[in-house]
């Protein structure tokens, strides 16, 4: 299907500006050789436009970890879409597990930021993903099917408009359990087929689906072997330049 694998760093709440940038320049030299993967690194919002200037002349690229879907306005402590680009951010993270669990985030907010991110120009990471209970209770294709549907409400992909969906089981973040290369396929390839009922198969085949849960050098390949895992998104294997330069390198 010709799908570009696409690494991205999820560094959550850690890592200060000087450590943000520290780790850009140990990082460029180790993917310098890179050509056929796109990276992406999603540091915490106060070390975006640093990173953004470290990483200017390379083809890494800049993700926010969430973001506010109205423009500008009375909402203390947000961050808004154009303000994101503004710092050079071409991908935002949205309805990442943590932003559910923690901060209440349900599919109706999840899909007004997407629909926002896609109308300023951002293309949005959509994270998906049941918990244990869900697996053990064999609900976890209504969970994905639900969050993806949920998430992608009203949404109209344009011409050279992107979305990247990211399965990421919640039992798996975190933990050291990572699902098993054909788990992880199966609920991948049921969320093509989602996608397929949504956009049509063209454009289903041509979207990059990550996996993320306890992604690592040792089972990127492995993963990354599978036919419609087409990248990961990686939190706790991506704090150190060697560790994520390791996964960027999967097939090397
Ligand atoms: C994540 O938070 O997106 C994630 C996959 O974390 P980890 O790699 O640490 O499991």
């Known amino acids: 299907m010709g799908r570009r694998p696409f690494i991205v760093a999820n560094w959550k709440m850690n890592k200060t500006v000087d450590e943000s940038v520290g780790f850009v320049e140990k990082f460029l030299p180790l993917v310098s050789g890179v050509e056929d993967v796109d990276i992406a690194l999603a540091p915490p919002y106060i070390s975006l436009m640093p990173v953004s200037r470290a ?118 973040i975190g933990t050291g359990k990572t699902a098993s290369p054909e788990e992880a396929q199966e609920v991948h390839s049921f969320a093509r087929n989602q996608l397929s009922d949504i956009f049509g198969n063209n454009v289903a085949g041509s979207i990059r689906i990550l996996y993320g849960g306890s992604v690592k050098p040792e089972n990127a390949g492995v993963l990354m072997s599978m036919a419609d895992i087409d990248g990961a998104l990686v939190g706790g294997a991506s704090m150190e330049p060697d560790s994520f330069a390791g996964i960027v390198r999967f097939g090397n």
Not at 85 to 100: F, N, P, T
Not at 135 to 162: C, K, P, Y
């Open 55 to 172: 990483l200017q002349g390379s083809s890494v690229a800049l993700a926010a970890q969430n973001m506010h879907w109205e423009e500008a306005g009375a909402y203390t402590g947000e961050i808004s879409p154009g303000m994101l680009r503004d710092a050079g951010c071409r991908y935002v993270i949205l309805g990442h597990s943590e932003r559910r669990q923690y901060f209440g985030e349900g599919d109706g907010e999840v899909s007004r930021k997407v629909l926002a991110a896609l109308q300023e120009g951002i293309v949005p990471v959509l994270c998906v993903g049941e918990t244990l209970g869900e697996r053990d209770h064999g609900r976890t294709f209504d969970t994905v099917g639900g969050q993806i549907n949920g998430g992608l409400a009203d949404v109209v992909l344009e011409s050279g408009q992107d979305i990247i969906l990211a399965y990421e089981p919640v039992w798996a």
